[in-house]
Nanobody
Framework: VQLQASGGGLVQAGGSLRLSCAASGLTFSSAVTGWFRQGSGKEREFVTAISRSGGSTKYADSVKGRFTISRDSAKNTVYLQMGSLKPEDTAVYYC????????????????????WGQGTLVTVSS
């Protein structure tokens, strides 16, 4: 299984970006998928997840109302639409996935995800 995250870049505060996570060797509809981020000198933290069924999503309080996770089964890609970006959103963003959960589970711990992408850097300038 390989995950490829893309779409990061430099954006001004208040702007938007859309990150993509493409998979090979795995169909996202068979797995829960999450986005995590890690700022400089910080631990990796949960951002959002979409369940295997696609019927359940979860967001960190810090991004709720600003970020949206979605999935395109035809393209086997998961997206993270980020809006109203703030400088504190600056981080390397990682997508991660795991097959070992029930249809509606949205785990928040990085340890619960088996496969990880390489990360894409998002920088929000003030």
């Amino acid at each position: 299984v390989q995950l490829q995250a893309s779409g990061g870049g430099l954006v001004q505060a208040g702007g938007s970006l859309r990150l993509s996570c493409a998979a090979s060797g795995l169909t996202f509809s068979s797995a829960v998928t999450g986005w995590f981020r890690q700022g400089s000198g910080k631990e990796r933290e949960f951002v959002t997840a979409i369940s295997r069924s696609g019927g359940s999503t979860k967001y960190a309080d810090s991004v709720k109302g600003r970020f949206t996770i979605s999935r395109d089964s035809a393209k086997n890609t998961v997206y993270l639409q980020m809006g109203s970006l703030k400088p504190e959103d600056t981080a390397v963003y990682y997508c991660a996935t795991s097959r070992t959960f029930s249809s509606f589970a949205t785990p928040m711990s990085p340890q619960e995800y088996r496969y990880w992408g390489q990360g894409t850097l998002v920088t929000v300038s003030s």
